[in-house]
């Protein structure tokens, strides 16, 4: 089940609120773990066996993590715990997303052809498995204790409001808030207007330009405007898309009182790549920079090793997003241009008002078509076509059409990636009422007449 | 009370009475059968079972259940279509558009397997049943509006190049171009066909170039309902209603229809579907895939035979008054394999009338 969709908003969520809040403080960890379970059964209920299955094992390499550190039992350390928890989890991560991307990557090598196995990948696991992770590791690193009670941490772990597009919630985050929240009328108000405002991202903007993009791919009447317009609509849909889902799944947090980390912070606004990724996806950049770029060693090392930590991270960084070559190089595309900011480029463009904002914006566009390519064959052609390589006109009748057809969607979503917008709402409260209100009735037209609406995270 | 927390009090209320009420008219709403608008039948509530529910195909079909009876549906998909067209400017909503108070289907881009494909069935039943016979065998292609609206505005395919990719493609045809016989006013405005009171001209024309004379001479009875085309339903934009209106002169009022697939003698306009879910299915009994019109009052004892498409329902009762009988076959609902256990080719006028659209999409030619 996704947010974004009639089931979900006028069925599943109002009898889960119902529920909730008729509740006593005590039973609604009971029931958002319900609710979690039956919303992630809704879609994949086979896999919600693996899920209960994380959980059991999430709780009970908790629990020994705990008892090993405090000397318990000598044959068992704390790091051998860890391990074979961290064993299983990745395991299980790799297996079920990356075991047919291995056999594809040798049988192109090798010549061979090993039959793919066509393993579906659980939905959220890419979230589930890294925040399991982070709660033993900050365990390990007595950030925290293990959680005793199984309805507790089952309700962290299978939360859905995050349990499919994030954000990445560190245990360490809402640990206090499982035991006891409230929720105040200024929570369920802003959660609320997040919620609607992520809704409207995902189904007014982000599937209008996803749309965009499908007709594209379905064109025989391609150009070099085409192509630039392509990579402009897919890098304005992903974080629509992405954003939205993260304002969703935050403002649904809210309402049910709990605080989620921030996941997105106006990254197009961004002087730099290094500045971009602090912004981008912040949930899961910090998660690498704490549980693998540091345990590296991070930059406290010598060059050669401070060079192979941040090939490992934005490798891995690239292969979380998907299970392909294009996502690896999309990684290490951003690897070396952040290595290249850090020894010389930041003082530069630090000095630049408008050159610093077109550079990231350009290497946006160019990373994003790599990104959205099935393929490196693909997303090599893509960029040729891109700069006026691939025997293609530089523009075509389709293009012109559909750059005034979208043109006012172009013109709203790059004003929706300024801040300026969240300025102006926060002096306008009547306004803010009729926009919110406006807004879940749109997007609910939208929903209804069956418009586009994909759901980019089944690869994640 | 501080004044920020009555706003917010004043936010949660408002916006969660609308969410209430929105939900209770989910929860008490009674199912719909048909989408008049759309002119579809609307999803049912699928059955459980734990196959359905293992596989996700439970939870699909719920999907589409919820969404397709949600409340006030023809509303918010006119909601949707006025924001999108209005506000964003989008310059078709489903690939339809409105140009000079017209509705109109995108045809694009020039589908040319789909052309060759038509052609092939064409060929293997004229090689089939028309090539040894003494029968006259002709094709006119109908143009969408489109091709009357066709500019720089909006995508549509190169018409010239269709009409000659078709017409070359069915060369064992004899065309009856008529692409400059007709204009836009004679379509309907909200939907794809033609009216048949505007097509009499053309009607003669093509009488004329398969060598029968019809009179002209017609009563226009228009009928007091309101036609919403399928655009309409489809764009769901505000639109006004076309007028529809039928043909009838002292001959046509004697012939005798006769619906194969029902086995039923029907009437050649049925006013009663006019008031029905599509008013253009009162011409020759809708979307049937055998008919014939008897002419009693026909001067000639010449046969016609016609393969088309829901254009030629109208087309076919003006045709008519020149022939003792015509048949009419649509070769998307009777297979073109059947045809020969139903129609005896022999010293007949054979005309394939089709339009661009449907030679555009053939794949529902069978």
Known sequence: MVFSSIPFLYYFLPCVLLAYFLMPAKGRNGVLLVASLAFYAWGEPVYILLMLFSILVGYVSGILLEQSMERKWKAITPKAVLSGSIVIFTGLFIYFKYTDFFIRSFNAVTGTEIPLLHIVLPIGISFYTFQIISYLVDIYRRETKAQRN??????????????????????????????????????????????????????????????????????????????????AA??????????????????????????????????????????????????????FRDYLYIPLGGNRVSQVKWIRNIFIVWMFTGLWHGASWNFVLWGLFFGVILMIEKRWLLKILDKTKVIKHLYVIFLLLISFIIFNASNMKEAWLDIRCMFGMGGIPVVSGEALYYLKSYGVTFLVSMIGCLPVAKKFAGRWQILKIAGVLLLLILSTAYLVDGSFNPFLYFRF | MEKSTKQKKWMIAIVGVTYIIIVAACFLKPAGEYSLSERRLLAQKPMFSWKSMVTGTYAAQMEEYVTDQFPFRDLLRACKANFSMHIMQKKDNHDIYVKDGYLCAMEYPMDEASVERAASIFRNIYEKHLEEKEVSVYMSVIPDKSYYLADKTYLSMDY?????????????????????????????????????????????????????????????????????????????????????????????????????????????????KAYGRDAYEMFLGGNISLATIENPGAVSEKELVVFGDSFSRSMVPLLAEGYRKTTLIDIRYLPSAYIGNYVTFENQDVLFLYSTSVLNNSITLK
């Not at chain 1, 629509?240 to 605080?259: H, P």
């Open chain 1, 234 to 287: 897919f890098t304005l849909h992903i974080y629509f898309d992405f954003s939205g889902y993260s304002d969703m799944a935050i403002g649904l947090g809210r309402i049910l009182g709990f605080s989620f980390p921030e996941n997105f912070n106006y990254p197009y606004i961004s002087g730099s790549i290094t500045e971009f990724w602090r912004r981008w996806h912040m949930s899961l950049g910090t998660w």
């Open chain 1, 150 to 231: 199984i309805i507790s941490l089952a309700t962290y772990i299978a939360m859905f409001p995050q349990l499919i597009a994030g954000p990445i919630v560190r245990y360490t985050d809402i640990s206090g808030q499982l035991e006891n929240r409230k929720s105040t009328v200024a929570m369920l108000e802003s959660g609320i207007c997040r919620f609607i405002i992520g809704l409207s991202k995902k189904v007014l903007l982000a599937n209008e330009l996803g749309a965009l993009c499908e007709i594209f791919r379905a064109s025989g009447d391609k150009s070099v405007l085409y192509y630039w317009m392509y990579a």
């Open chain 2, 160 to 272: 010239s190049a269709f009409l000659e990719k078709t017409y070359s493609c069915a060369d064992f045809l004899t065309p009856i171009r008529i692409e400059d016989k007709l204009q836009l006013s004679d379509y309907y405005r909200t939907d794809t066909h033609w009216k048949q009171e505007e097509i009499t001209e053309t009607a003669a024309y093509i009488g004329k170039e398969m060598g029968v004379f019809l009179s002209g001479e017609y009563r226009v009875k228009t009928l007091d309902v309101p036609f919403y085309g399928v655009y309409a339903g489809q764009a769901a934009l505000m639109t006004k209603p076309d007028e529809i209106s039928y043909c009838s002169n002292g001959i046509l009022d004697e012939c005798i229809v006769y619906d194969y697939e029902n086995n039923v003698e029907i009437p050649l306009y049925d006013e009663s």
